[in-house]
């Protein structure tokens, strides 16, 4: 450690610049973070965000919408349920689509807004910050007391502690374990499956047990190391970001020149008393001063902190703030610029086009085409008729009732070949042939467009077109 380096708060803090990653010490080995708890405007609308977004995670597996439930991602078996609608692999092109807004939607929104993400909503965080950090401050105590706790050689009460902690830690992991694979086999599944002895499912155990040991892991040791080094998303800051990119910025015009305030002389000095409040309160132990850094994950705590030492010198807020390069070079004040209406207006049309998608597919799935090679056939003195082939696909997990009907333009009827299967089987995919026969009379062309009308359960589902053949007039 240089001897201006300081460590009066939990964390040691350099005044110099570093000159490698935040997670490394001066000596190579893992810095490891002991962030002070955060207090303010920002973090209790975290809390409370977090509070609503855990709720939801552990809740939705147990919502049902229409006896489906809300979100089921069934990997193994390629179905996917999302708001109670089920999605086969002949939907992939809504995932497909639905990949490619994603990328786009996160690259639009980093532009815009930086990597405010990563600290209010990637679950990452949300766990870390609001789930194991809290678990941490209860037993260990403050971050202080922690640093001491570490650094104490093992007594009776060290090795309590962390006992406590870990075994804490391994039981929230594997809940959080068993909430993913609600996620892709159905709680029901994963009720039964824990009632069912392990020898009878030891690939799943083995996978469950394999999934709370790396959670574990990663929110007892890895922790920030996942933000700053491990997330592709944190890497792609550095190409995503441009100098009107919204980020947690220091402004220097206003801080600089920092230090500590003397009541005895007049001192030309700026709003920054370098009390460090922003470092020791960073959860990847970085100095925003020195600038943006890629191991800013946006979470804002030090905008709280420097808010608050503000107020207590009697300075206006926002010496730390979100703001663009260009707004703190250029003195200027936050507006919503062109770029960042014309950006907005593409996610919301983004947003909107994928929940069009979504919402707009259908839950049963029907194809019409008359069968190839044949022409029309002669049926009595007075009718016609044409061969047809439907693919209808049931995406509901409930066997429903299927008719067909012509609806025009000429009054016809619909002859199954096989007429006893007019039920679709739930989650399948039927194959009918059947006859359309018209009246000869209402056949005036050699091709005459038609309407049949695809009804399930007594609702109409379809309209379909096709063509209806007859002789040449
Ligand atoms: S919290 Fe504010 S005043 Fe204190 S060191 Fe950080 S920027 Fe300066
Ligand atoms: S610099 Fe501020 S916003 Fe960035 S990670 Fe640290 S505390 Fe959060």
Known sequence: MKAEDEAVGPQKVSNSFRDRHSNVNEKGKRNWIYALRPKGKLYRYRQWLSAGYLLLFFALPFVKINGMPAVELNFPEA????????FWPDDFFIFAVAMVLAIVFVALFTVIYGRVFCGWVCPQTVFMEFVFRKIEWWIEGTPTQ????????LSVQKIFKKTIKHLIFFVVSFLIAHTFLSYILGVNEVLALMRSPVSENIGLFAGLLFFTGLFYFVF????????????????????LYDKDTMQVSYDYNRGEPRGK???KEQQALGDCIDC???????????????????????????????????????????????????QISKKQPFHFNGRMKFYSFILVILVTLMSFLILSRKSIDTTISRVKGQLYQEVGKDSLSNLFQAKIINKTRQDVRFELKVEGPVPGQVRMIDATHNILKKESLSDRTFFIVMPASGIKARSTDIQIGVYTNGEKTATIKSKFLGPFI
């Open 276 to 326: 460090k409040l922003c470092v020791h309160v960073c959860p990847t132990g970085i100095d925003i001063r020195n600038g943006v850094q890629m191991e800013c994950v946006g979470c804002t705590a030090c905008i709280d902190a420097c808010n608050d030492v503000m107020f207590r010198i009697g300075r206006p807020e926002g010496l730390i703030r979100m703001a663009s390069e260009n």
């Open 146 to 153: 922690q640093r001491k706790l570490n650094a104490a050689p």
């Open 220 to 239: 007892a040791f890895v922790r920030d190391i996942v933000c700053t080094t491990v997330c592709p998303y944190g890497r792609l800051q550095g190409v």
């Open 79 to 86: 179905r996917f349920i999302l708001f109670g609608k089920i």
């Open 261 to 263: 305030r003397s009541k």
